[in-house]
């Protein structure tokens, strides 16, 4: 099993920043390729960013390429999402998850584990 506690969300004006974290513990988070979904309100969750392993191979969504940038640190067992020129349409809830790199393709098509998110609001 995997634990993850997403951080970092908040109130922001548009063409703000935040960076969200997701702090992984249980097993070994190097093994593990991480991404980023968020969910909006009477909207289905979506995918936003993913990366690998390794940190070597990055991942996104067109709604997000550009703007936002997903990096991990594999000694602090921590993902982050940088958010950059935020619009009002990114307001949802950031959710972070994870899936066993040997176990899936590139970029991953399912994750097994996930946190219970964090709420980003992006004010006009």
């Known amino acids: 099993q995997v634990q993850l506690v997403e951080s970092g969300g908040g109130l922001v004006q548009a063409g703000g920043s935040l960076r969200l974290s997701c702090a992984a513990s249980?097993?070994?988070?190097?093994?593990?390729?991480m991404g980023w979904f968020r969910q909006a309100p009477g909207k289905e969750r979506e995918f936003a960013a993913a990366?690998?392993?390794?940190?070597?191979?990055?991942y996104y969504a067109d709604s997000v390429k550009g703007r936002f940038t997903i990096s991990r640190n594999n000694a602090k067992n921590t993902v982050y999402l940088q958010m950059n020129s935020l619009k009002p349409e990114d307001t949802a809830v950031y959710y972070c998850?994870?899936?066993?790199?040997?176990?899936?393709?590139?970029?991953?098509?399912?994750?097994?584990?996930w946190g219970r998110g964090t709420q980003v609001t992006v004010s006009s």
């Open positions: 998850a994870a899936v066993l790199a040997y176990e899936s393709s590139w970029p991953p098509r399912r994750y097994d584990y």
């Open positions: 249980g097993r070994t988070f190097s093994n593990y390729a």
């Open positions: 990366i690998s392993w390794s940190g070597g191979s990055t």
